[in-house]
């Protein structure tokens, strides 16, 4: 049996881990690493600290699904559907532009279900809290370090976290790769901004008629979602939560600024589009320095494989496109890569 380890439990490592279970069955043992207490990634939900709240989708909204897409991912979409965890968004998007064949989907239980249902449908072991830090080359295998506890060996390797962070890894993932595999890694480019998530009381009842709207005038602001109503998801007891999203460019001027510094300003100018918004009860801001990828690697379909024996792969929305279905693009190359190496 091969020891195969997923590094990064978001949405490409979690469709790596169902189609690799599916496929090899018994002939692998997949574990899957995050260093978040939490699995994701870009698709988590975040849970308010009073549990009368409703939760918040922190990272990706909804999913867009072309006409193309939507039948060479047939099957995809169609487990998804079947299981519930996809359904036709139908709540008001203002600003939201549709284009002729698309179809746009939402997450009645949150974002960050699509990757749950992929890692219990694998089979394979989560860890979370484990930051893997280097790689290195041990005959036909590979040592993982991570920043605290043992290193492990593993026959086989895909690293799904954003491409700045595979390049950081120490060992001989550097030395491996080659001049014009550093130089598309190098290449690409991902936006940044800053989202936060604010929970209101049981009582509160939004003014406003939409599910979620894209803001044009404003420079911070970009998008704003009453994260319930765009689910079809009030429930009684239940406070709604409000997520907004900052526009690139005040993400990157602001990066390196504590989000702690950073939320009043995004307040201010949330008081200044929505004046009578009541007062939440509790705020989360998270900053995400790799929001989406707009310059992917270049030549690239769905991966990069830096060594075939032992196969070490890297993957994600950065060798396709950022969405849900580069994803699951990148996801279904690297099975044909393993398939073929394993």
Request: charged share 20%; glycine share 8%; net charge neutral.
């Amino acid at each position: 049996m091969s020891r195969v380890l997923i590094v990064g439990a978001g949405l490409t490592g979690s469709v790596c881990a169902c189609l690799l279970g599916r496929e090899l069955q018994s002939r692998v043992h997949i574990e899957v690493w995050d260093k978040a207490r939490g699995a994701g990634g870009r698709m988590s939900t975040s849970r308010p600290p009073d549990p009368s709240s409703h939760s918040a989708d922190l990272g990706a909204q909804y999913i867009t699904a072309t006409s193309a897409y939507a039948q060479s991912h047939h099957s995809v979409y169609s487990e998804l559907l079947s299981a519930g965890v996809l359904q036709p968004l139908t709540s008001p998007v203002e600003g939201l532009k549709h284009r002729d064949g698309n179809t746009d989907y939402m997450t009645p239980l949150g974002i960050g279900s699509l990757v749950k249902h992929f890692l219990s449908e694998s089979g394979a072991d989560l860890f979370l809290e484990r930051h893997v830090t280097g790689l290195y080359r041990r005959g036909a295998s590979w040592e993982v370090q991570r920043k605290t506890g043992d290193s492990q060996m593993f026959d086989a390797v895909v690293l799904t976290m954003p491409v700045p962070q595979i390049l950081q890894l120490q060992g001989d993932v550097g030395h491996m790769l080659s001049v014009p595999q550093k130089q598309q890694l190098d290449g690409v480019v991902y936006s940044s901004r800053f989202a936060l998530a604010l929970f209101f009381p049981p009582d509160v009842v939004f003014s406003f008629p939409w599910s979620a709207r894209y803001v044009s005038d404003n420079r911070c602001i970009r998008y704003i979602a009453a994260d319930a109503r765009k689910r079809n998801a009030d429930a009684p007891g239940r406070g709604p939560s409000l997520v907004v999203h900052t526009s690139v460019p005040f993400g990157v001027e602001h990066l390196e600024q504590d989000k702690e510094d950073v939320q009043p300003i995004i307040l201010q100018e949330l008081n200044k589009l929505l004046p009578d918004l009541p007062q939440p009860i509790s705020i989360k801001c998270h900053k995400w320095r790799y929001s989406q990828v707009l310059t992917s690697v270049p030549d690239c379909p769905g991966h990069m494989t830096v060594l075939d024996s032992p196969p070490l792969v890297c993957a994600g929305d950065a060798f396709v496109h950022s969405n849900f279905d580069g994803c699951v693009e990148s996801a279904l190359s690297v099975l044909r890569v393993l398939k073929d190496s394993l």
